[in-house]
């Protein structure tokens, strides 16, 4: 297992090589942050209440701009761990493009600016919500959980929660009841949707020396985790139909998109197949979780603005 003593020193050395804008962008994880800002914008827009357009664009800007800090300085951080698994070797920092003190700088200088302007410009309790969103991300889940045990993405999957809750604070300078649900699913789909990925890349992890679920407990445990993580999430994407957060628009999407869900998730906890090349349910349910949570979120918002 690795050591939980981050080293000094990384594979791309103490000076910058040949970084150019590129690897800044890819910094931020561009194609992870596509979600993060959907579901930040529809906390904003299911909360029902005029925006500017302008004050709208800076808070989805703000997110996306925290998200990509969080993830600059997660790979700052996990350099080292990078550089040994097959599909984040070619990252800035692993690959030798890229100072690991230019990426902390940038990090930081994005996560500082995201914050103030988010308060400046909306309120100070989407601000504070963000910062704590980046620091829980960095600090917890990174620094504390993800070499230390197998619970990372568990606990750590509330990093990810967040935008939905700071869309809706940036638009209401409150938090409501709604925006804690949503907070909830994501939390809870968090760890099936991720587990997914990792029986397939379980290599990679136990490569790294990272502690990932099928690395520490097995595979047979983690699909039956995997189901069991559905089925509480599936309770949480009907509370909001149950306790009268949303209609019937969404109660019908909520339960046609989570059938396949749990069907997936009960392929996966049923499959004995040990070759990471050859899981095709857990391949498709990663796949089928993406595109679950865009459209569930996107049904939140089609059924606050139209059955309002």
Known sequence: MASTTHPATSPAGSTQLSADWRDFVALTKPRVMTLVVFTGLCGLLAARVPVHPVLGFTAILCIALGAGAAAALNQWYEADIDALMKRTARRPLPAGRMARQDALHFGVALGAFSVLLMGVALNWLAAAILLVSILFYVLVYTVWLKRRTAQNI??????????????????????????????????????????????FVRPDYAAAGVPMLPVVAGELETRRQILFYSIVMAAVVIAPA????????????????????????????????????????????FRYSILYLFALFGAVVADRLLLA
Do not use: C, K, N
């Open 154 to 199: 568990v606990i750590g999957g509330a990093a990810g929660a967040f935008p939905a809750l700071i869309g809706w604070a940036a638009a209401t300078g409150q938090v409501g009841a709604l925006p804690l649900v949503l907070f909830g699913l994501v939390f809870m789909w968090t760890p099936p949707h991720f587990w997914a990925l990792a029986l």
């Open 242 to 285: 149950l306790f009268d957060l949303a209609g019937w628009l969404y109660a019908a999407a909520a339960v046609a998109l989570t059938v396949p869900f749990l069907l997936l998730a009960w392929r996966v906890s049923r499959s004995t197949e040990t070759d990471p090349t050859r899981m095709a349910p857990e391949r498709a349910l």
